[in-house]
DNA sequence: CTAAAAAAAGGTCATTTGACCTTAATTTCT
DNA sequence: AGAAATTAAGGTCAAATGACCTTTTTTTAG
């Protein structure tokens, strides 16, 4: 529903009603079965995404099939190749759906209309993009410092409530460890406890 | 010399001459010796830093002492922690002199004041952090998917120009492996060509 | 509800990687 | 220029990791 796009905003932001409907009314709603793409590398990122309901991910593919996760976006969270999509370049990275999903998309020319009109908006996405930039550095020493058992930890704290809705071997493809390293590192937790 | 920043600006955008003037009279000259801190972990990051001449470099330490790169920034880059420098919040991140480099610096409150009455500075600044935000993107994913081999082909593509600034011991720290590693991947590279 | 698909877990083994140590070469600094 | 410090490189070894395969369990979709 767009009525949880709207609370979201009133939640998070200070934006008037008038405002909230203005960029719900831009919004497409669009549904995604799961594992269905919403682009593929080489395609261009042409929507801002809105996760109403569900659960995206952001993953590079290796030559030999390899997953390799970015980022993970649940329900009342954004997604989007920023670099594709602020270039409207083809994106290295592909985007699909973990679980069934719901998803409000607005084109670039219709979301940047907004941009201008609404200027908390823009102050409101400018956070979000900040707070993405921040965690991204955070988890870039992390993939270069961490042992495994550290990944997986840092992951459980970080994101205990998607624990239970990913399979393992994403869970290794986020982490950048194997399936099979992922499941000593929790075999090896389980005895300890 | 402020020169070589000012014909940077001149180079790198469209700003006016007066502009130009404005914002390097703002700016404090700093150097620093090969090895010396900027700031360290636990204290903040009060300024925007260009780096006129040197290398500096961007790291967080484990607590056994290994250094783990985040970024090198060479004359005519710029360099922060963005998290520490917006919130005014302790940094995570180190920042020190690979080579002795000639700094300059400017505080918050000068530096949003020209962003504010700078339009052009502003497009500008956030042109670079978007660029910063791509590339560490790609670099997670390098982080998380590639080889040894891959990862240094990769930074030897990249930086070509640093290869022989940088003692190997910090390449091995940029690319999350140890030196040994990365010896073996230089080694096995010799016998090849 | 059931058949089919996907996921988890476990076994085995070869390889890679890093830790630790020593030696040689290079660089820095006074 | 010369002493001290840093860096590179190499040897050895144990541990960690991933590749590959099989079996069992769980989940999905018709």
């Known amino acids: 529903m767009i009525t949880a796009f709207e609370n979201y905003l009133r939640q998070e932001t200070s ?10 009314s831009l919004a497409i709603r669009r549904k995604l079965r799961r594992n269905e793409f919403l682009f593929r590398e080489g395609e ?19 030559p030999d099939g390899g997953e390799h996760i970015l980022q993970f976006s649940p329900e009342t969270t954004w ?10 370049t083809p994106s290295i990275y592909n985007i699909d759906a973990v679980e ?10 219709d979301f940047d209309s907004l941009l201008t009109r609404i200027p908390q908006l823009k102050k409101f ?15 870039l020493l992390t993939a270069l410092s961490a042992t495994p058992e550290q990944k997986y930890e840092d992951f459980v704290q ?10 393992l071997r994403m869970i290794a493809g986020y982490l950048g460890i194997s399936l099979k390293t992922l499941n000593r590192v929790r075999q090896a937790q389980l005895l300890r406890s």
């Open 125 to 139: 996405a400018e956070q979000l993009i900040s707070g993405n930039t921040y965690s991204g550095r955070r988890r």
């Open 44 to 62: 261009v990122c042409r929507h801002k995404v809105f996760v109403i309901s569900g659960l995206l991910r952001i993953f590079g593919m290796t």
């Open 15 to 24: 934006l008037s009603d008038a405002d909230i409907h203005q960029i719900s």
């Open 100 to 109: 069934p999903s719901e998803l409000l998309l607005w084109t670039k020319a």
């Open 158 to 167: 970080t994101f205990p409530r998607l624990l239970s809705r990913l399979p």
């Open 79 to 88: 997604t989007i190749d920023a670099e594709s999509y602020d270039r409207q």
